[in-house]
T-cell receptor
Framework: AQSVSQHNHHVILSEAASLELGCNYSYGGTVNLFWYVQYPGQHLQLLLKYFSGDPLVKGIKGFEAEFIKSKFSFNLRKPSVQWSDTAEYFCAVSPEVYSSASKIIFGSGTRLSIRP | DVKVTQSSRYLVKRTGEKVFLECVQDMDHENMFWYRQDPGLGLRLIYFSYDVKMKEKGDIPEGYSVSREKKERFSLILESASTNQTSMYLC?????????????FGPGTRLTVT
């Protein structure tokens, strides 16, 4: 069965620190990959996505993620975090080609707290 | 901009009541989804629909049903609410082939069952 693992449940950083949030998935075929963010009191929104091509994708607000196929990973990075990055981050995976079992699988989320 | 709206932000219901959660999207998306979000568990798919009157079970469909009579509207029904259904419920929609594209989420309905 498909699954997505986010090993860090809660990450606490100071402003200007660098960020890397881990995401690993288990799926045998080609996948689409996503990072979503949920700011306090707001709805989930797409941060970035990977469908094909350059494995290093850039998203909004200075975030980027790298798809490493051999490691089944899609880690989220930001060189210098800000207090406004405080949020919960969800990694998600879906198969590239539709089948009767197609759906997006979400990880359990990583809560990021930034100390001002 | 895609807009997904949910009928209530907060709802309090009693055990045994029938509960309706409504979701409307304005971008003509084929796919619509209902999730529940619980701390430490992430998002779990309850049901999804890829066309009017079509539905498929997600990972946790027990105790829930859905209805999609119009393309823009997807309803989640708790036939007899129980306290373990206290949760945040999120609706989402997406284009295209089933669930392979990015989803757009509504603001959520925080349901408390007492």
């Amino acid at each position: 069965a498909q699954s997505v693992s986010q090993h860090n449940h809660h990450v606490i950083l100071s402003e200007a620190a660098s960020l890397e949030l881990g995401c690993n998935y288990s799926y045998g075929g080609t996948v689409n990959l996503f990072w979503y963010v949920q700011y306090p009191g707001q709805h989930l929104q797409l941060l970035l996505k990977y469908f094909s091509g350059d494995p290093l994708v850039k998203g909004i607000k200075g975030f980027e993620a790298e798809f490493i196929k051999s490691k089944f990973s899609f880690n989220l990075r930001k060189p210098s975090v800000q207090w406004s990055d405080t949020a919960e981050y969800f990694c998600a995976v879906s198969p590239e080609v539709y089948s009767s079992a197609s759906k997006i699988i979400f990880g359990s989320g990583t809560r990021l707290s930034i100390r001002p | 901009d895609v807009k997904v709206t949910q009928s209530s932000r907060y709802l309090v219901k009693r055990t045994g009541e029938k509960v309706f959660l409504e979701c409307v999207q304005d971008m003509d998306h084929e796919n619509m989804f209902w999730y529940r979000q619980d701390p430490g568990l992430g998002l779990r798919l309850i049901y999804f629909s890829y066309d009017v009157k079509m539905k498929e079970k997600g990972d946790i469909p027990e105790g829930y049903s859905v209805s999609r009579e119009k393309k823009e509207r997807f309803s989640l029904i708790l036939e007899s609410a129980s306290t373990n259904q206290t949760s945040m419920y999120l609706c989402a929609s997406s284009l295209g082939d089933r669930a392979v594209y990015e989803q757009y989420f509504g603001p959520g309905t925080r349901l408390t069952v007492t």
